[in-house]
């Protein structure tokens, strides 16, 4: 069993910066790739940033030149770092580990509780 612990969330003004963090603990056996998603409220969970464990990484469209995801594969830990923000990535993000995160992958079932991130105008 895997457990995925976010931190790093907030309520920030627009143009603002914040750091999300995803520590991995539990049975983990190999470092495997790790992503953040959100879901905004009545929308659908989406990728926001993945990568692998070779340091690949792949982002949606709407978070390029602005989000950037990062790992430290001694502490099993993703991190994001969104700057720029605006008040459509108001959503809760979530960690997930093991998935394919490429164009056309899917998540695991491994998700972490989530953070709140809100963004004012």
């Known amino acids: 069993q895997v457990q995925l612990v976010e931190s790093g969330g907030g309520l920030v003004q627009a143009g603002g910066s914040l750091r999300l963090s995803c520590a991995a603990a539990?049975?983990?056996?190999?470092?495997?790739?790790m992503a953040w998603h959100r879901q905004a409220p009545r929308k659908q969970r989406e990728m926001v940033a993945g990568?692998?464990?070779?340091?690949?990484?792949n982002y949606a469209e709407s978070v390029k030149g602005r989000f950037t995801i990062s790992r430290d594969n001694a502490k099993n830990t993703v991190y994001l770092q969104m700057s720029s923000l605006k008040p459509e990535d108001t959503a809760v993000y979530y960690c997930?580990?093991?998935?394919?995160?490429?164009?056309?992958?899917?998540?695991?079932?491994?998700w972490g509780q989530g953070t709140q991130v809100t963004i004012s105008s």
């Open positions: 997930n580990w093991g998935g394919d995160y490429s164009d056309y992958g899917t998540p695991s079932d491994y």
């Open positions: 539990g049975s983990i056996f190999a470092i495997a790739a």
């Open positions: 990568i692998t464990r070779e340091g690949k990484t």
